[in-house]
Nanobody
Framework: QVQLVESGGGLVQPGGSLRLSCEAS????????MTWLRQAPGEGFEWVSS????????AYADSVKGRFTISRNNAKNILYLQMNNLVPEDTAVYYC??????????????????RGQGTQVYVSP
């Protein structure tokens, strides 16, 4: 059974940091590119960042470039998103997702093979 379980969300002040984690099981983690999507309140999904299966490639949305870092530990089947210098506009539910192609870069969760249930991030004074 495939599972993607996100954690690490919470309430943080503007300028603060959080590290999200996504624990994967039930599929060959290293064979899948991993992606973070997010959905702000009342908004559609947004593609945030992707990393290749080996973790050697990384891509970021312009809105998070320079502030967020995606990484993965294939030995532990865990995906991370280090988020620094957070702003209120980063408030959203963050989802990890998996696809065989590194180049999906789609905001739609339906374009991915697997997706987690999400973790909430609030950025507020």
């Amino acid at each position: 059974q495939v599972q993607l379980v996100e954690s690490g969300g919470g309430l943080v002040q503007p300028g603060g940091s959080l590290r999200l984690s996504c624990e994967a099981s039930g599929f060959a983690f290293e064979d899948y590119a991993m992606t973070w999507l997010r959905q702000a309140p009342g908004e559609g999904f947004e593609w945030v960042s992707s990393t290749s299966g080996a973790g050697t490639g990384a891509a970021y949305a312009d809105s998070v470039k320079g502030r967020f870092t995606i990484s993965r530990n294939n030995a532990k089947n865990i995906l991370y998103l280090q988020m620094n210098n957070l702003v209120p506009e980063d408030t959203a539910v963050y989802y990890c997702s998996a696809a065989t192609s590194y180049y999906v870069r789609s905001p739609s969760p339906y374009d991915y093979d697997y997706r987690g249930q999400g973790t909430q991030v609030y950025v507020s004074p």
